[in-house]
């Protein structure tokens, strides 16, 4: 299968103020050992992140090769590795298709990977991850890190339901590989 993965809230702690420098990349605990549970499991792994900081001039994009540089390398310290990174740019008053809740970034990670949207999971935090899995057509599971409690809180469009809701990504991992989502 093909496992999307957002990125802040998901496998480093969101910041409202972005992530702007390696240093502020935080990784919330057990997440890039989920990741290597993924990769052994034999299914590919990708990132689909809004990243408006780099629409909104707050940092450019080798500050992102920066960051994601810092991902790989602790990713390849436990032996997990991502397949793909999917970056969307815009700032939300110019948002393409690409930024969430648009389903551009799910589209391209299956059409690159040649998966149906059947079987490709977005695990998310907040209602766009949400609402673009459902545009793609594709599973999706809600962390409780990151925003995920708000967002459980504030209760999700009912055209969103059902939601498989898990912990963190440790758990959000058990289910897909139990194929329960
Ligand atoms: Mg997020």
Redesign the pocket.
């Known amino acids: 299968m093909l496992i999307l993965l957002?990125?802040?809230?998901?496998i480093n702690e969101?910041r409202a103020d972005f992530v702007k420098s390696p240093e502020e990349l935080v990784f919330i605990p057990g997440s890039l050992e989920a990741i290597a549970r993924l990769n052994n499991a034999g299914h590919l792994v990708a990132v689909v992140t809004n990243q408006s900081c780099i629409g909104r001039g707050i940092i450019t994009e080798d500050q992102l090769t920066a960051i994601h540089s810092k991902l790989h390398d602790n990713l390849r310290a436990v032996k997990a590795h991502l397949d793909a990174i999917f970056v969307a740019p815009d700032a939300p008053w110019a948002a393409t298709q690409m930024r969430k809740p648009g389903p551009g970034m799910m589209l391209k990670a299956m059409d690159r990977f040649r998966q149906a949207s059947g079987e490709t999971v977005l695990i998310?935090?907040?209602p766009g991850?949400m609402e673009a899995a459902f545009v793609a057509g594709c599973h999706r599971v809600l962390v409780q890190t990151?925003?995920g409690q708000r967002t459980q809180r504030a209760g999700l469009a009912p055209h969103l339901l059902p939601v498989s809701v898990a912990r963190d990504l440790e758990q959000a991992v058990d289910y897909v590989l139990e194929e329960r989502f």
Do not use: A, N
């Open positions: 957002d990125r802040d809230g998901v969101d998310g935090d907040s991850d990151g925003k």
